[in-house]
């Protein structure tokens, strides 16, 4: 199994900064994905951001140039950079991996760590 510690949500104004990290361990593999997505009230969860182990990003377009997704190989760690941030952007986000185990596909989930934009 994987386990994911999510730390850095919290309380900020719009227009503010945020860095999500994300620790994987356990069972965790440096081949595989690691990404956030998040989920509003009422809403269904939703990707954020993705990131290979090679390094190739995904965004989704609401937050695309505002929010930058990294990792650290050597820690296991993910990152989310959340600047620009606006009051939609409030929700609780999520860690994810994904990736391969006896030929079978697994994906693993943080706890979540809440995010609440707002003056």
């Known amino acids: 199994q994987v386990q994911l510690v999510e730390s850095g949500g919290g309380l900020v104004q719009p227009g503010g900064s945020l860095r999500l990290s994300c620790a994987a361990s356990g069972s965790f593999f440096r081949a595989d994905s690691m990404g956030w997505y998040r989920q509003a009230p009422g809403e269904q969860r939703e990707l954020v951001a993705v990131i290979s182990s090679g390094g190739s990003t995904n965004y989704a377009d609401s937050v695309r140039g505002r929010f930058t997704i990294s990792r650290d190989n050597a820690k296991n760690t993910v990152y989310l950079q959340m600047n620009s941030l606006k009051p939609e952007d409030t929700a609780v986000y999520y860690c994810?991996?994904?990736?391969?185990?006896?030929?079978?596909?697994?994906?693993?989930w943080g706890q979540g760590t809440q995010v609440t934009v707002s003056s």
């Open positions: 994810n991996t994904n990736g391969w185990r006896s030929g079978r596909p697994y994906v693993s």
